[in-house]
T-cell receptor
Framework: ETGVTQSPTHLIKTRGQQVTLRCSSQ?????VSWYQQALGQGPQFIFQ???????GRGNFPPRFSGLQFPNYSSELNVNALELDDSALYLC???????????FGEGSRLTVL | EDKVVQSPLSLVVHEGDTVTLNCSYE??????LLWYKQEKKAPTFLFML????IEKKSGRLSSILDKKELFSILNITATQTGDSAVYLC????????????FGAGTILRVKS
C-alpha cells in the first residue's frame, strides 16, 4: 500500500475528447508529480506541483495541464486527446526537493 | 539533454542465479540516482544513491554508484520468481526539484 491513490484506474476516450485524472498524495507529502509511461518505456516527467503552483515541466504541450489543491491532492487534465496519449499516467508524491517519489497505481488511458 | 540508459533491455534467468543490471547516465548537476521495481503498475522504491563507492543493501538486493564513470549497478543474488519485474533506474538533477529522468527499464524474468 503506497498511500498514493489515483482515479480512475482505467478509462477509454476518443480522439478530441478531454480527460481529468485525479491523485491523492501520501499523508504529509507536499509535492505531486505526474508521469506518462507508454508501453515498454520508462516514465516521462510531465510536470510537478508544489504549494499549488506548477514547478517544473517536461516536454509536453500546453494541452496537458494540472492543479494542486490545498490538501496537496492533484488533477491532470488533457485536452484534445490524441492517439499517442494512450499510456499509463502515474502520480507520485514526495517532500519538496527530496528525490524519493512514492507512486500510485496509475490510470490507464486508452484513446481510440 | 539528460539521459539514462539501462542494459540489458531484458533477461531471463533461473531461480538461484545472480543478476547484474546496469544503468549509465548523463545529467547536468547530478543530485541522486534511484532504482525502482515495477511489477504491475506502481513503481516501488528500492534505493537512492548519492555518493560514489558506497554500497546500499536490502536483503538480496544491493546497488552501487560510480559518479566518475557515470553508472550504477543493481545486483540481485539468489533470484526468486518474485523478483520478476521491470527494474527502472532514474536520475535527479539539482535544478529540477523532484523531477526524475527514467531509463526504459530492464525486464527481468526469473524461471522456476
Amino acid at each position: 500500500e503506497t498511500g498514493v491513490t489515483q482515479s480512475p484506474t482505467h478509462l477509454i476516450k476518443t480522439r478530441g475528447q478531454q480527460v481529468t485524472l485525479r491523485c491523492s498524495s501520501q499523508s504529509g507529502h507536499n509535492t505531486v508529480s505526474w508521469y506518462q509511461q507508454a508501453l515498454g518505456q520508462g516514465p516521462q516527467f510531465i510536470f510537478q506541483y508544489y504549494r499549488e503552483e506548477e514547478n517544473g515541466r517536461g516536454n509536453f504541450p500546453p494541452r496537458f495541464s494540472g492543479l494542486q489543491f490545498p490538501n496537496y491532492s492533484s488533477e491532470l487534465n488533457v485536452n484534445a486527446l490524441e492517439l499517442d496519449d494512450s499510456a499509463l499516467y502515474l502520480c507520485a508524491s514526495s517532500f519538496w526537493r527530496q528525490g524519493e517519489l512514492f507512486f500510485g497505481e496509475g490510470s490507464r488511458l486508452t484513446v481510440l | 539533454e539528460d539521459k539514462v540508459v539501462q542494459s540489458p533491455l531484458s533477461l531471463v534467468v533461473h531461480e538461484g542465479d545472480t543478476v547484474t543490471l546496469n544503468c549509465s547516465y548523463e545529467v547536468t548537476n547530478f543530485r541522486s540516482l534511484l532504482w525502482y521495481k515495477q511489477e504491475k503498475k506502481a513503481p516501488t522504491f528500492l534505493f537512492m544513491l548519492t555518493s560514489s563507492g558506497i554500497e546500499k543493501k536490502s536483503g538480496r538486493l544491493s546497488s552501487i554508484l560510480d559518479k566518475k564513470e557515470l553508472f550504477s549497478i543493481l545486483n540481485i543474488t539468489a533470484t526468486q520468481t518474485g523478483d520478476s519485474a521491470v527494474y527502472l533506474c532514474a536520475v535527479e538533477a539539482r535544478e529540477y526539484g523532484n523531477k526524475l529522468v527514467f531509463g526504459a527499464g530492464t525486464i527481468l524474468r526469473v524461471k522456476s
